[in-house]
């Protein structure tokens, strides 16, 4: 079957622009995590819903960073002002069901580059 | 805060021998434990798992709590093992907090 998908696989923008990123999930993966991934490190996490809400939103780092879920699937992860800073691979990731011990299955990432 | 720890950014190792790829955990209370993989030009996918007490593709790797450890490792490396390995952990919270990663490399 189909895996997580993300939408554009690549994204240059200037510095103080607005993008968004999308991930379609699993088709009925409840369970939605989007990670940012800069070079030579681990990915790091950011948000993760539960269905339509944010369940854990402790790791977006600034409120430049914006994530929706408006219907439990897609989820649209958006920046404002963007900074060089936030020049990374965002990872989507779903799941079944959250939890502990639930494996995550990743997406190909979007690779923003901010100029 | 949680933390996961892989000192080592690259292992060399050749075809045959026995692999070792070193995670180390911090966290006080039981957490669960993940090894993922990307290889080449693929996306991250799922090694194994602590839960599971499986072994995947020749890999197993004990949870020492004592040493709050979490080693990856096989007995003799194949060449299509070299691939980038992330150390992963859960706590409280179904997000996952990665280690910095280990690229092995697998030569002849």
């Known amino acids: 079957g189909a895996g997580v998908s993300q939408t554009p696989s690549n994204k240059v923008t200037e510095k103080g622009k607005y993008v968004e990123l999308r991930c379609d999930p699993i088709?009925?993966?409840?369970?939605l995590y989007w990670y940012r991934q800069s070079l030579g490190q681990g990915p790091e996490f950011l948000i993760y819903?539960?269905?339509?809400?944010?369940?854990?939103d402790s790791g977006l780092p600034n409120d430049r960073f914006f994530a929706v879920r408006p219907e439990g699937s897609v989820s649209t992860l958006k920046i404002q002002r963007t900074e060089r800073g936030d020049s990374a691979v965002y990872l989507c990731?779903?799941?079944?069901?959250?939890?502990?011990?639930?494996?995550?299955?990743f997406g190909p990432g979007t690779r923003l580059t901010v100029l | 805060a949680q933390r996961v720890t892989q000192p080592e950014k690259l292992l060399s190792v050749f075809k045959g021998a026995p692999v070792e790829l070193k995670c180390n955990y911090s966290?006080?209370?039981?957490?669960?434990l993940f090894w993922y993989v990307q290889y080449s030009r693929q996306r991250l996918q799922l090694l194994l798992r602590?839960?599971s007490r499986e072994s995947i593709k020749g890999f197993t790797a004990d949870l020492n709590k004592g040493e709050t450890s979490f080693h990856l490792k096989k007995p003799f490396a194949q060449e299509e093992d070299s691939a980038m390995y992330y150390c992963?952990?859960?706590?409280?919270?179904?997000?996952?907090?990665f280690g910095t990663g280990t690229r092995l490399q697998v030569t002849l």
């Open positions: 990731a779903s799941s079944p069901v959250g939890g502990l011990y639930n494996e995550q299955f």
């Open positions: 088709s009925g993966h409840t369970a």
């Open positions: 602590h839960i």
């Open positions: 966290y006080s209370g039981s957490p669960e």
């Open positions: 819903f539960q269905g339509t809400g944010a369940a854990d």
């Open positions: 992963a952990s859960t706590g409280t919270a179904s997000k996952l907090t």
